[in-house]
């Protein structure tokens, strides 16, 4: 067996070795949801275009990280697949250029858009299945440290064969849903709320429902290239 620690904790149970790439990841996340908290942080996905950035929520097994990786090889930059990460003094998000984690169809369809992607070692999980992580482009590493502005804040609604629809979502509303994925809304205290409450004031809101990965994906470029021709 093998264990994930950080400085004298250990946060899981032990877990068999041929999941270590997959525990590694959760102990990341682990590390970053429980000790960022100079940040607002939410469970979204998060992608910059043009200086301009999405955030994607959504329920475990949504899609977040299936549309990201979509979107990345689509002429977005991969902030994170797992994080939004807002500054509360600056209102800029920062970006988490780790591996992208895929499971089950996820990976066969981002493996036939992206032929040439490297991908760790496979992970098998009774509660997840199939596991593997893609390794981020170089060019999303080399622009870490480059910050972006949100423009989108995106609930996800995945339903097969529907058509994408982006349903307008008011400011009040919004706040309310997506206090449930922040997770340290609450700890924040007030710079929480105002965090979150300026968050929403400065962006689009709404609801995206699709069902099919490519229609989507055009969705949102049509989405960001108006945004464009606006400014």
């Known amino acids: 067996d093998a264990a994930f620690g950080i400085e004298g904790m250990i946060p899981f149970n032990p877990f068999p070795r041929e999941m270590a790439v997959a525990y590694f990841e959760w102990g990341l ?3 970053v949801a429980n000790l960022a908290n100079h940040l607002f942080l939410m469970h979204a996905a998060t992608l910059e275009r043009n200086g301009h950035a999405v955030i994607i929520a959504g329920l475990s097994g949504a899609g977040k990280s299936t549309l990201a990786a979509g979107l990345a090889f689509d002429g977005w930059r991969l902030l994170s697949d797992e994080f939004a990460l807002l500054s509360p ?6 970006a988490l250029a780790r591996p992208i984690s895929l499971k089950n169809e996820s990976i066969d369809l981002i493996s036939a858009r992206k032929p040439n992607a490297v991908w760790g ?3 098998v999980g009774e509660r997840k299945g199939l596991i593997r992580h893609l390794r981020p482009e170089r060019t999303w590493i080399d622009r870490v440290a480059e910050p972006a502005t949100p423009a ?6 995945f339903q097969s064969a529907a058509a994408p629809q982006l349903k307008p979502v008011a400011k009040g509303a919004m706040m309310m849903q997506l206090i ?3 997770f340290n809304y609450y700890m924040l205290g007030q710079r929480g709320f105002q965090a979150l409450g300026e968050l929403v004031d400065r962006c689009e809101c709404f609801r995206f429902t699709y069902g099919d990965l490519d229609a989507g994906i055009t969705a949102l470029r049509q989405l960001s290239e108006s945004h464009d021709n606006a400014s």
Do not use: G, K, T
């Open 180 to 182: 449930p994925h922040a």
């Open 152 to 157: 989108w804040l995106l609930l996800l609604d």
């Open 121 to 123: 070692p496979p992970s």
């Open 29 to 31: 996340n682990w590390c």
């Open 89 to 94: 003094a600056s209102m800029q998000l920062s």
